[in-house]
Every structure is written in C-alpha cells, then in structure tokens.
Nanobody
Framework: VQLQAFGGGLVQTGRSLRLSCAASGSISGIYVMGWYRQAPENERELVARITGGGSTNYAHSVKGRFAISRDNAKNTVYLQMDSLKPEDTAAYYC??????????WGQGTQVTVSS
C-alpha cells in the first residue's frame, strides 16, 4: 500500500487546513484510516481515525476543531483542521490498517501554525 499525503503548510493561529491522503496499490482489506502527528522531541500520537463503517476517534486535544472523513470509492482520507493552534504544529502522518492488522504509513506532511 502506498499512501500519498497532501495539504500541509504554514498558517496563522485560528486558520484552517485540510489534509488528504490517497491510498493506492494493494488496497484490498483496508479498514481503519487515520492521522498521527509528531512534533520535535515528542512521540508520535494519534490525531484521528475512522473505520470503514464511519466510526471515528479523536485525540482530546483536537475534539471539536478537527474532523476526519473518508471517501471509500477514492480510497482517500481527509482531515479538516479548524481553529488551528501553535501546539498543532507537527509532521502529520497518514496511517492505514488492514483487517489482517497490517499497517502502513505515508510520508509526513508538515503543518506549522504561527502565533
């Protein structure tokens, strides 16, 4: 599975960004799609994930500000990030898990929020 992420950038506090990640290759069996992030000197942490049935989970720090969605026909997952804060600054990584529990990571896309 190859994951191609788009949409990172530099924005001011309070603004919005939308990340997208398209899966290709051996996509059969993909069940969970999601986003993790990692700031310098921090561990990688879950931001949000969504199952094939549409169930979602969010990190407490982004609830109410971020929204995850997916287009199963396009094998694409999106992360709408609103009301961005400087502490959201990190490299964001797309992640998928298949039903057989195989996991795949995309390349990071940098999100920088200036104060």
């Amino acid at each position: 599975v190859q994951l191609q992420a788009f949409g990172g950038g530099l924005v001011q506090t309070g603004r919005s960004l939308r990340l997208s990640c398209a899966a290709s290759g051996s996509i059969s069996g993909i069940y969970v799609m999601g986003w993790y992030r990692q700031a310098p000197e921090n561990e990688r942490e879950l931001v949000a994930r969504i199952t094939g049935g549409g169930s979602t989970n969010y990190a407490h720090s982004v609830k109410g500000r971020f929204a995850i969605s997916r287009d199963n026909a396009k094998n694409t997952v999106y992360l709408q990030m609103d009301s961005l804060k400087p502490e959201d600054t990190a490299a964001y990584y797309c992640h998928v898990r298949k039903r057989n529990r195989d996991r795949y990571w995309g390349q990071g896309t940098q999100v920088t929020v200036s104060s």
